[in-house]
Structures are given as C-alpha cells and as structure tokens.
C-alpha cells in the first residue's frame, strides 16, 4: 500500500497533488548542475518511509520540500530548522489538527514553538502569491534560508502550492548570484537589505532581469532603495510580516518611498489596527492557533495576534514608529537574547550576563549583540572563546561590557540599549 494511501488526505497534500497534475514534466528546482522536475519530487516522496512523528525539514531546497511533502502526506506537523541547527525541542504537547511548527525566540534561551493549521499555512501562501503575481512562469531565487518563516511562505509554499520553480544558490555571493541570473529571462528575488546593499555595491544588478525584487526580515532604509532605484532603476519591494501571521503589509509602489517608517498597504484578506497599547493587532486566515508557551500580555489565536511593534495607519498604509520586540535583529537574523545568556553563563567563566541589541551604524545590519558580564575568574578572552564554541558565528556578541555598575545591571533591556547606543 503506498504511503498516502495509510492515511486520509491532507489539504497541503491535496494542494500538491494538484500542482504536481499541472506541472508535472516542468523544472521545480535548479540547484548548481541538478534540475529537479515536480515529478522528481513526487518520486523522491514515493520512496520516503511513512512518517510517524513530527517531521523536521532541514538541508537544501530539494531536502526542505521533500521532507514537507512527507509531512503533508502522513499528515505529521512539519518543523523546518537551520541546516546546521541542532535538533530542537518539540513541545510535548502538540495540539489536534497542527500541520506546520516555527520557532521564536523563547524566554529562558530556548526556543518556542507556534502551531499552525494547514488551512492558516495555505492562507499565507496563497495571499502572497496573489499580492505579489507569484507566478509559474517567472522562478523564485532562494537566496535567503527557506527555513526561515519569510523564505518558507516566499519560496517552499508557491513551489509545492502554486508551481512556482526556484533556482536556490547555495551561498548569496554576488558572482553566484550573477550566474543565477543570466541564464533566466525573468526572476522573482526575495532578500534582506545587507543582501540587497552587496548587490548594490557589487553591480550586478545593473544586468539582472529581475521582475520583483522583494525586501523583508529587517527594515530597509531610505538609502538603500533610493540608491538602487537610482542605479539600476530597479524598486525593492518592502515586505513586512510575522512568523506569528505571515505576510501583513506590502509596498507595491513602483516608485521608492519617501518615510523609511512606510511598511505598505495590508494585504488582501488582512485587517491591521492600532491596539490600545499602540502596537498592530493583526486580523486574518493565516493567524496561528498559538504558542507552546504563553507570556502574560500577548495575544495570539482566534485570528489575531498583537505584534511588538508600535506604529499608526495613514491612508490605509502602516507606519512603524518602534519595535518592541525583545528579539535582536542582526541583518534579518533574529534571536532571543536569553539564549546568548544562557551560553555566556553555562561557560562558568561569569556570575552574571545580561544581553542586548544596540543600533548598528550599517542600516542594514540594524543591530548588534552587546554582552555586559561580571566576570568570575580568568579574561575577557576566556568567555569570548567559549562563546564561539557555543553560538553560531552571527550569534556571538560583537562589544562587550565588563566594568557595569550596580544601577546598569537594574535596567532593562530597552534602558541598556538606549545607554549603550553610540
């Protein structure tokens, strides 16, 4: 008995049963010299033993979307992670009818899991492709982390959902990147402003057919866009959303925007208002049913969740004033400044460490990790050495502070960060 057969029919499978009758002989995936067709997918599926727990997606595109497509078929929660990741920590209680894990930043240095449906997921991914034309004649470029919640709906779900191929590049380097480019007519290139501002200064834009060039993960300064309008007469799109909701906002103007504050119009199927507290309750399809661990004054389920941000709405277009997020942003990477402290402590080198972002002097990098730590024994170097062991190279913090005084270490984070600016 084939494995689909063990089990009733998913939705997402449903949905890639479908896209596989329609494009079945097409290319799904260029990756280097490898050319996967959809039907190449579907036999690499075949040959995949039933799944009987949670799936975790991890590796390239072709190993995402297989191990997606293996979720979907034996109707397991998916969770897609880094490919280096260690293996995280599912949550012991996983609710009825959840198709689809992402993680956020949690308090005690772990990760938390959100629980999506597969209606919320096909929501998400069909609002975007419908907002920005996602189509099966132009491929999407994957040069951003299709584990990450922005690759995932922009790149994994209009692949299995819609038909829509990806040429993935395995690194993001301008001369990869140019080769990817020549040999499309036309391609949809989603990416974070330090990836956008490398192409910049790089060139290689100047000959890149690029349809829609979409920019998310982190805020996209004036500059930035102004400066490749000007040059290559090309418009980054701004794209904002959540790993909470998925997409929410998006600028699809053709001109450059004149307030770096401008987040787009919501989209379709999306109602955004102002909360009482100031920050954007979100309302839509695409909502997740909630975290594995709730804080005290969040809100999320039910179709709404209240981001972090604080912000207005202007002409029906949302306006950012601030972020409220605990979460450091480093050039779209975003991590949970418990989880560096939990490291820095674990090394026994400190009796106490308190972590923060601290605004970069490169727009696009938007952040960077500050340590303040009371040193126990042995130098600065000790720890710093330890925590390279322990972190990813862009997790490791990048100024420290070893001479805080008592009254530092009884501020908040958001307290540090505005002290410690410079």
């Given at each position: ?7 009733p ?8 049963l ?8 097409r290319i799904?995936i ?7 067709t959809?039907?190449?997918?579907a036999?690499?599926?075949d ?8 799936v975790i997606?991890?590796g390239?595109?072709p ?7 293996r979720?979907?078929?034996?109707n ?14 599912l ?5 009825d ?10 308090i005690a240095g772990?990760?938390r899991a ?12 069909d609002?975007?492709?419908m907002?920005m ?7 999407n ?5 299709v ?63 690029i349809?829609l060039?979409?920019?998310?993960g ?7 866009e ?13 794209f904002?959303g ?13 001109s ?15 109602s ?9 309750l ?8 909630g ?51 939990a ?11 308190r ?39 862009w997790e ?13 270490w009884?501020?908040g984070?958001a ?5 410690y600016?410079?």
């Open positions: 008995m084939p494995p689909n057969s063990r089990r029919v998913s939705l997402l499978h449903e949905r890639w479908e896209t596989l009758d329609r494009h079945r002989d799904a260029i990756d280097g010299q490898d050319r996967w959809f039907a190449d997918l036999d690499r599926l040959a995949s033993p039933p799944a009987l727990f949670p997606a991890r390239g595109v190993e995402v979307a297989v191990a997606v497509l979720a979907w078929r034996d397991q929660p998916v969770l897609p992670v880094e490919k280096d990741a260690p293996d995280p920590d949550p012991l209680l996983i609710p009818g959840t198709a689809h894990l992402k993680l956020t930043p949690g772990k990760p959100v629980f999506f449906t597969a209606a919320q997921i096909a929501a998400d991914a609002r975007l492709c907002a034309d996602l189509d099966p004649a132009v491929p470029l994957a040069a951003i982390s584990t990450h919640s922005y690759g995932f709906s922009n790149i994994i779900l209009p692949l299995l959902l819609r038909g829509v191929p990806v040429h993935a590049v395995e690194v993001p380097f301008p001369r990869v990147v140019a080769d990817a480019f020549a040999i499309h007519d036309r391609l949809t290139v989603s990416a974070v402003p330090s990836i956008w501002k490398a192409w910049h200064r790089s060139g290689i834009l100047a000959h890149a057919r349809s060039a979409i920019s998310a982190a805020p996209l300064s004036l500059e930035l102004h400066a490749v309008h000007e040059s290559f007469a090309l418009k980054l799109h701004n904002y959540a790993s909470e909701c998925g997409g929410i906002s998006f600028d699809s103007s053709n450059p925007r004149s307030s770096a504050a401008d987040l787009g119009t919501p989209l379709d199927g999306v955004v208002s102002i909360h009482e507290s100031g920050r954007f979100v309302t839509s399809g695409s909502v997740a049913s975290y594995a661990q709730s804080r005290e004054g969040e809100l999320l389920g039910g179709g709404r969740f209240l981001t972090q941000d604080f912000g207005s709405l202007q002409d029906d277009r949302l306006m950012l004033a601030s972020s409220g997020a605990e979460s450091i942003n480093v050039a779209g990477r975003k991590i949970g400044p418990a989880k560096i402290e490291a820095l402590m674990a090394t026994g080198l400190v009796a106490r460490a972590v923060f972002g601290v605004p970069s002097h490169d727009p696009e990098r938007v952040e960077e990790i500050t340590a303040m730590v009371e040193l126990i024994s042995g130098s600065l170097d000790g720890v710093r050495h330890a925590a390279i062991d322990a972190l990813a190279g490791c913090p990048r100024h420290w502070i070893t001479d805080a005084t008592e009254e530092a009884r501020l984070r307290e540090l960060k505005k002290r600016a410079s």
